[in-house]
């Protein structure tokens, strides 16, 4: 990274962690003031573990059974009457706290400008992805601007992409969906997320493979994936499709997944890109339900 975004990146966590700090320790301070008093205590402990919740920390097994086993010895010193051991374990939380508030500070500022270094880098000309036309009965989803046809099995479900966030945005083009088999969740695994690439810029696998590999190594730069391996070209016998995959570990669920593409070119001169994340399979190229939502998709 440039220096100037280094510099932007420490700021912004040093202000983050410097102010969480003093607020923290000072609702803390005011807490150890009311001796013997457990509520305000607990209190303390419930947003406490609210906050690691939302910051992605209990999506561990080990985050889990590290928190639980902080506040049976909690509990265990306080009904002891170790005042200082107690309000150690306290205090141990409220770093525990910060550190990952600051740390996410720190990811989130890498994300952004990740994103809009990556954002409609291939949309000139205006390119529009038009509006998805849904039969819940049939679960077919076809979308004309594209154009293109696809059928879910049961169980999965199509996420719009007025609906989506800056996560399920960043890839290389214009997001036109996703779908996964969470009713809430885009990310739930196994995904496949469509991208629109405008024909007015040259595209070619090179090109989108050096770019697919960016948002690759981003994700093992933030802790998220590891042993990250090229595993190559590969096509779909049924669809004629070419593509490059990679094979991971998933950090978070651990488990050895497999990322990767399909370029597929479209008669408006444009280009479909298909997304896929799913579990790392030895006798198939790809998971049953995702081979099947493929196996649907008409252009």
Known sequence: ?????????????????????????????????????????????????????????????????????????????????????????????????????????????????????????????????????????KKVFSNSKIPIQLTLPEGFFFHDPKKLGLKEETGTGKIAGVVSPSVTDPNEFPYIRFFILSGLTKIDFETIINEYSQVLDFEVHRGEIESLKFLGASKLESKNWEGRFWAYFDILKPRTSKAGFYLIPLSSGNFLLIDIREAMMESTAHEVEVQKILDSIQL
């Open 1 to 137: 990274m440039p220096a100037l975004i280094i510099l932007v990146l420490i700021l912004v966590t040093l202000f983050v962690a410097i102010t969480l700090s003093i607020l923290s320790i000072y609702v803390l301070g005011q807490i150890f003031k009311r001796e013997s008093i457990l509520l305000p205590e607990l209190g303390f402990i419930v947003a406490s573990i609210v906050l690691i919740a939302f910051l992605g920390l209990l999506e561990n097994r080990a985050g889990v059974i590290f928190l639980i086993f902080s506040i049976i010895l909690y509990a265990f010193f306080r009904y002891l009457g170790q005042t200082v051991i107690h309000r150690s374990i306290l205090f141990g939380l409220l770093i525990l706290v910060n550190g990952l508030v600051s740390f996410k500070a720190l990811q989130g500022s890498e994300f952004l400008i990740f994103y809009y270094s990556m954002k409609d880098k291939y949309t000139e000309g205006g390119l529009e992805i038009g509006e998805w036309e849904k039969d819940e009965k």
